[in-house]
């Protein structure tokens, strides 16, 4: 529920509402009684329309490329934001268009597809570790090792390909596996990773419209798989399973952000926004320099003002 904007003392009609924190409304910090039918996946609160939406986005962007030369500099902490979402909620749109500022250098994109065969020959965290970002930069996940307790829960039959020892897929392996992600991101926080997750949102009906309009634009037709389509079958599963996840893995240390993504412009405010809100709660700041470099530098450049033109040639 948020609370009515307090009275700045104009009239009512020429006074201006303040902006809605769209991070802490939909913020998941702790997922104990957390109910997925709460969100609207239509929801917009927050945002008048598209081109107020677009004004928020571009002040992100510009903020968002300000903080990341100083995560880079300071090359302390990382940062990771992992993406999970039902087929066409706009995971990579909204990555594409949040991160458009970003300096390649300093960020790295992972999408996980269907594990290879080294990738089974361990365990299921694996892949999602050694993909980590360094100190100083960005990592995204474009899907994760959430993969494995949404997906495989939805089709246990995965499991067999994974070759774990049978006394191993216990009936309690969701659970467990639940409690190794949360031990595994607290691990991470505690050495210096900083961890968002962004369910994007999307309604069934959404979906569909959007899968018509792949198949309807020629140019949108590398997009479309039969079996996209094949997994609506179960999407009543996979929201029980994506309710479980926030619930279970919701932390201060690494918290749920549970996005209304049935309009894209909302959605990529939201995520740009939080990503901002993330990286400003690091206390980023360039490094001093020494008074030692300070000197080198004023010596330095005395010498370079001092050298002779160089003629043309």
């Not at 792949?214 to 079996?227: I, L, P, Y």
């Not at 997994?231 to 479980?244: I, Q, S």
């Not at 909302?266 to 360039?286: C, G, H, N, P, Q």
């Amino acid at each position: 529920m948020i609370p009515p904007p307090a009275h700045d003392g104009r009239h009512p009609e020429t006074a201006t509402p303040p902006q809605v924190d769209l991070v802490t409304r939909h913020l998941v910090v702790d997922g104990k009684g957390f109910q997925l039918a709460d969100v609207d996946p239509a929801d917009t609160t927050g945002l008048e329309n598209k081109k107020a939406a677009r004004k928020r986005l571009r002040a992100s962007i510009n903020r968002l490329t300000e903080l990341q030369s100083q995560l880079y500099a300071q090359d302390k902490w990382a940062a990771l934001f992992i993406f999970q979402a039902m087929d066409a909620a706009g995971k990579d749109g909204t990555i594409k268009h949040v991160m458009s500022g970003v300096n390649p250098q300093g960020c790295q994109v992972h999408a996980f597809k269907a594990p290879s065969k080294e990738e089974l020959d361990h365990d299921f965290l694996w892949r999602c570790a050694r993909a980590l970002p360094e100190r100083g930069r960005i990592g995204i996940f474009n899907r994760s090792h959430y993969e494995e307790v949404l997906i495989v829960r939805v089709h246990p039959g995965f499991l067999a390909h994974q070759r774990i020892p049978d006394r191993c897929v216990t009936e309690n392996i969701w659970k467990e596996r639940l409690e190794d992600i949360r031990a595994f991101e607290r691990h991470l926080n505690r050495n210096g990773v900083a961890i968002r997750k962004f369910f994007l949102h999307i309604s069934k009906d959404e979906q569909k419209r959007r899968f018509l309009s792949r198949m309807e634009a020629s140019e949108k037709h590398w997009k479309f798989s039969a079996a996209d389509v094949t997994e609506r079958e179960y999407w009543d599963d996979y929201m029980r399973a994506y309710e479980e996840v926030v619930r279970e893995t919701s932390t201060p240390e690494a918290p749920w952000i549970v996005v209304p993504s049935d309009h894209k412009w909302f959605a990529r405010t939201v995520v740009a926004e939080t990503i901002v809100k993330s990286l400003e709660s690091l206390d980023l700041r360039y490094p001093a320099v020494s008074q030692e470099a300070r000197d080198e530098m004023v010596a330095a450049r005395a010498a370079l003002e001092s050298e002779s033109p160089v003629s043309p040639s």
